[in-house]
């Protein structure tokens, strides 16, 4: 009977305060027996949702919801109130426009070799599905790529574009089939169906073999000689060469990072493609090659971010880099990886910013079933993995980061193409012989952020009057609309009021296992 009574009330809070429910074209689902569905796609059908659009100014809200149970990105629509309706002991989270914090660059994910090839797998028809899934209006509106310069692991083989021996001044620098069959095409598709200026940023991989001191794209192994030195010089222009070659097709990119892990290349054995900095070393390549090199070049406004690796190294990788003053010309960002953040708390990233305000922090890299103990890579409809990137989003936002960006914006069923088989998970899955793609748990995680969250969103306030289970981050973003996400990682609905002073009050239940985007105007 108590049972009974709890559901009829949940029902009755949810339908008169959020209102009627529509979809707008709704998800086919699958269940792979992992505890939640994917949503397929194919030439013909591909689910979509509505374009964030002005609602009655204090007046209305609407809600988008996604749930382990099966909702995905479902949008209502509801009245906000003069009162926080339901009992005292009930959570209100306090929206202030008064607390301003960082400005937002915006979500995306990484356009890789593997990503691409994947895409191209689909034929016309399903292809366009895909990329409108994460660029179009109707998809989840990503604002941020991420180009690795190069190749990587998710390649089909390893490659650079030089590999002339003693070629300092980059005569031979080509760029490869990878780049001007598959990536160019694709990011100039991109460009021409998104509707919101892309933020491209680039990382690079390896040196040519020939420039590093074990001579293998794989590995330990740095830069040849002194920082400095020619083979140093040569590397930084080698960044120069290539963003002169992707201009000339027309793309441009807004940021780098200096190296893709430098830690890696200080490993034995590593398995794929590195090149190894300490944090001395990229303090000075910095200040006596890159920064000058790219500013000579004419490439002194694109932004500059270091690091690009685990968190656990802040600030003191921070502290080295801008032990040289003139870093702080050159160096704009501090990119962040989430590979380690289970065992190393986000205060680093507070620590970090309160040290150098004026150096914004990005998440540059994430992606599910990437530790050595996953053993099996795609888990379709697995909905634990949407939550772990919803929960690393907030907490990474609540301290500071200014945006965060996936790894591969597609894979095939086994988690690939990745040439030393180093397997992970994706918000897409194509499945190339069906000629379908599947939208994971991730997918929609991603979008509660990414498609309302645009570049120049400003993080605001937001703090609930007591202890709760609930995660959540607020935003004020162009047009005036607040944008507040809010996470539910319990088996259990949780009660909770938001509320602003200029438009009143939200009375929301946060489903379990659960996240909502609430989104409303304020004039």
Excluded at 12 to 23: K, N
Excluded at 170 to 194: C, G, H, R, W
Aim: charged share 20%; aromatic share 14%; proline share 5%.
């Amino acid at each position: 009977m108590l049972l009974k009574v709890v559901f009829s009330l949940h029902l009755l809070l949810t339908l008169s305060t959020v209102g009627i429910c529509f979809d707008f074209q709704p998800c086919d689902g699958r269940d792979f027996g992992l505890g939640s569905i994917v949503c397929v796609c194919n030439e013909t059908y591909c689910d979509n949702i509505e374009p964030n659009k002005p609602l009655d100014p204090r007046k209305k809200f609407a809600v988008y919801q996604s749930d382990k149970a099966g909702k995905r990105l479902k949008k209502s629509i509801g009245s906000i109130s003069v009162n926080a309706n339901g009992t005292d002991d009930e959570v209100i989270i306090e929206v202030s426009l008064q607390r301003a914090y960082q400005t937002m660059v915006g979500f995306g994910g990484a356009i890789t070799d593997a990503a691409v090839i994947n895409a191209f797998s689909l034929n016309d028809k399903a292809r366009e599905n895909l990329m409108k899934s994460y660029y179009s209006p109707d998809g989840i509106e990503y604002s941020v790529a991420r180009l690795p310069i190069g190749s990587c692991d998710f390649s089909t083989r390893p490659y650079s574009y030089d590999d002339s021996n003693g070629d300092f001044e980059l005569a031979n620098f080509t760029l490869a089939k990878e780049d001007l069959q598959y990536k160019i095409p694709f990011v100039q598709k991109v460009f021409a169906m998104s509707k919101r200026n892309l933020t491209l940023f680039a990382s690079p991989w390896s040196a040519p073999a020939w420039m590093k001191t074990n001579k293998n794209l794989t590995g330990n192994g740095t830069l040849i000689g002194p920082v400095g030195g020619k083979y140093y010089q040569t590397w930084a222009l080698y960044f120069v060469k290539f963003l002169q070659e992707y201009a000339k097709k027309g793309i441009k990119f807004w940021g780098l990072t200096a190296q893709n892990e430098p830690s890696d290349g200080l490993l034995y054995k590593f398995r794929f493609q590195c090149t190894g900095f300490t944090a001395a070393q990229q303090r000075d390549f910095i200040a006596l090659n890159l920064g000058p090199t790219l500013e000579k070049n004419g490439f002194g406004h694109v932004k500059l971010m270091v690091l690009d690796d685990s968190r656990f190294f802040l600030p003191g990788w921070a502290d080295t880099i801008f032990s040289n003053p003139a870093n702080l010309k050159y160096v704009a960002g501090i990119a962040v990886h989430w590979y380690e953040d289970v065992f190393i708390g986000p205060s680093l990233l507070e620590k970090t910013h309160v040290k150098y305000p004026n150096v914004f922090i990005m998440a540059t890299e994430a992606c599910a079933s990437a530790m050595p103990w996953e053993q099996r890579k795609v888990l379709l409809g697995y909905w634990e993995y949407a939550e772990r990137y919803a929960h690393s989003m907030i907490q990474d936002i609540q301290h500071w980061a200014v945006g965060w960006t996936d790894w591969n914006i597609a894979l095939d069923l086994q988690g690939g193409p990745n040439w030393v088989k180093n397997y992970v998970d994706s918000p897409i899955i194509v499945d190339a012989k069906n000629q379908i793609f599947y939208k994971q748990p991730m997918y929609y995680a991603m979008g509660h952020f990414s498609k309302f969250i645009p570049r120049r969103c400003i993080r605001i306030g937001s703090e609930a009057n007591k202890k709760t289970k609930l995660e959540f981050v607020s935003f004020l973003c162009p047009g005036k609309y607040i944008t507040t996400v809010v996470l539910n990682r319990e088996d259990f609905s949780i009660p909770f009021h938001l509320h602003d002073s200029m438009s009143g009050y939200i009375n929301s239940i946060a489903a379990p296992r659960s996240i909502l985007t609430f989104v409303w105007w304020v004039y």
